[in-house]
């Protein structure tokens, strides 16, 4: 996988981000999802169960990992949803929050 679709220049790009929620398309390749489906950030993103990183594909998840650095956490899910930022919301980025996490 050369270009990873959310990240084209090796930063997420918002737009892609908003496509990859709507479309319910894997961040990575740009294919459609099934499940389980993944997501990667930090421990603390983890402990809020919100992600700023689209969901992947298990098998798409390594590139990114590779590009979000070693120490980042893997969530695994049925679902999720897609929260858009309010004005008054404190995080001013979309996240996504997993509904059906998996062991």
Request: proline share 10%; aromatic share 6%; net charge neutral.
């Amino acid at each position: 996988m050369s270009a990873l679709f959310a990240w084209p220049d090796g930063v997420l790009d918002r737009r892609r981000v908003t496509r990859c929620a709507l479309a319910r398309i894997c961040g990575a390749c740009e294919q459609p999802l099934g499940r389980p489906i993944v997501f990667l950030g930090t421990s603390r993103e983890q402990h809020r169960n919100e992600f700023h990183s689209p969901p992947l594909h298990e098998r798409c998840a390594g590139p990114v990992r590779e590009l979000l650095g070693g120490d980042c956490v893997e969530v695994r899910t049925a679902g999720f949803e897609y929260v858009r930022p309010g004005r008054e919301d404190a995080d001013p980025l979309p996240r996504f929050v997993p509904n059906s996490v998996l062991a």
